[in-house]
């Protein structure tokens, strides 16, 4: 027989027994940290509860938080509720903004606040709107103008003017400033450190687009969707995109050909999908360009490094070719080129790969013009060469004030550009339509 074991049955449970004073002082001890806890949480809901941000954020997370669990599950989120968060988010950006920018104003000196004041820019008077997809702009009120149907802002129609340089705000603020051009302009400018940028001039028409009256009558018309890049930066009126491709059409259609160049600084794609549905009607295109940036969908940066936020730029982008192909009008989607795309490594991937693919569009209806502007930067470097002088580290773009627009030169090239595949574009649906 083997040997029996010491402890017949399961051995006993050993505990440590603890005297019952402290045993009530620890369980006092964990109820006390419980109720700070508590009583915290309940004032960080208060103190939430109390400002127009802290609710807002706390709306925001509870949003966020619904729309992850739907993606978990596969539900697609609730489009209202999207456009809420961003309404929220928006709110808070402006309001902050609107804060801080006072606190600013009140520390310039009086030469600046003399600028700022004949800008438009002092506080309750500039304009404060989202714009670049997700930032707050400070707009000059003199220039520019709320507009709560979709568009954000716009710019006042009939108005000159141009943009300064090195307007240094205290903060380590500094920067470009679009401002009415008027005879006292110098003056104003005078002690403040902030330069006039040479042959930056732009006038707005009765439409308060930049450019020439619209003719709706002309027999070739073109609506033009974008931000900055169309409006065209630090470039003269005639200089613009546009204005650029409307000569080129003009030369090879042999017709008189309108553009309304609707870009505005800052504006991204929902923007456009606002611009186009108050234009249309007004307008009535043959065709609908379709520009966009890289700073569409998030910062740039982030964005050509590959954070895109491709979900709202998609559905935007989708709602903007189907308002055109429901009304039979071709819509060319063009993205911009980044300046160091042209001569350094271009890093399609990110932008415009992922761009080009949401977009969905046929290649003849998408044009991304880098062969022609690497052909002309090539060609001018040459040009440089042979004459034994030195060119600017990009003379497509605007460099020499440091800015990443297209300069005049860039333009042209761009014009050209879209202009060879939009004139075919047009030929091929003119053919078409007198064929029997």
Request: net charge positive; with cysteine.
């Amino acid at each position: 027989m083997g040997r029996r074991s010491r402890w017949p049955g399961p051995k006993p449970i050993i505990r440590q027994h603890v005297f019952p004073f402290l045993e009530r002082w620890e369980r006092n001890e964990r109820r006390f940290r419980r109720a700070i806890v508590g009583f915290t949480l309940v004032m960080i809901a208060l103190i939430i509860a109390a400002t127009a941000t802290g609710r807002n954020l706390a709306r925001r997370a509870w949003s966020g938080s619904r729309r992850a669990t739907l993606a978990v599950i596969g539900l697609p989120p609730d489009r209202a509720e999207i456009e809420a968060d961003w309404r929220l988010r928006r709110e808070d950006g402006v309001a902050q903004t609107a804060a801080a920018y006072r606190r600013i104003y009140a520390q310039t000196n009086p030469e600046m606040k003399r600028l700022l004041d004949y800008a438009g820019l002092e506080p309750g008077r500039a304009v404060l709107r989202w714009g670049n997809f997700d930032k707050i702009l400070l707009l000059p009120g003199t220039v520019f103008q709320p507009d709560d149907a979709g568009r954000s802002y716009r710019m006042r129609p009939n108005v000159r003017s141009v943009w300064l340089n090195r307007v240094a705000l205290p903060g380590g603020l500094d920067g470009f400033f679009l401002v009415p051009d008027r005879p006292e302009l110098r003056d104003v400018v005078a002690g403040t450190g902030a330069a006039i940028v040479a042959g930056s001039s732009q006038t707005t028409n009765s439409w308060g687009c930049r450019g020439p009256e619209p003719d709706v009558h002309a027999p070739i018309r073109g609506l033009i969707l974008g931000d900055s890049n169309m409006q065209g930066l630090f470039v003269a009126d005639d200089e613009t995109p546009p204005e650029r491709l409307r000569h080129e059409l003009e030369t090879r259609l042999k017709t008189r050909v309108s553009l309304l160049n609707t870009g505005h600084l800052g504006y991204s794609p929902e923007q456009f999908y606002a611009t186009l549905a108050e234009y249309n009607d007004r307008f009535r295109p043959h065709f609908v360009l379709l520009t966009l940036c890289v700073n569409d969908f998030g910062d740039v940066g982030a964005a050509t490094n590959g954070t895109l936020d491709l979900s709202e730029g998609k559905y935007w982008i989708d709602r903007i070719t189907d308002y055109c192909r429901t009304r039979d009008i071709p819509c060319i989607v063009s993205p911009m080129p980044v300046d160091y795309q042209v001569t350094a490594p271009r890093r399609e991937r990110n932008y415009p790969g992922q761009i080009a693919n949401l977009s969905q569009v046929s290649s003849l209806l998408y044009c991304f013009p880098i062969e022609d502007l690497a052909d002309e930067f090539l060609r001018l470097r040459i040009e440089a060469d042979r004459g034994g002088y030195s060119l600017p580290s990009n003379p497509l773009y605007n460099s020499h004030i440091d800015d990443h627009h297209f300069s005049p030169r860039g333009t042209e090239i761009w014009g050209r550009a879209l202009g060879r595949r939009l004139a075919l574009l047009l030929e091929l649906r003119h053919a078409r339509e007198r064929s029997p």
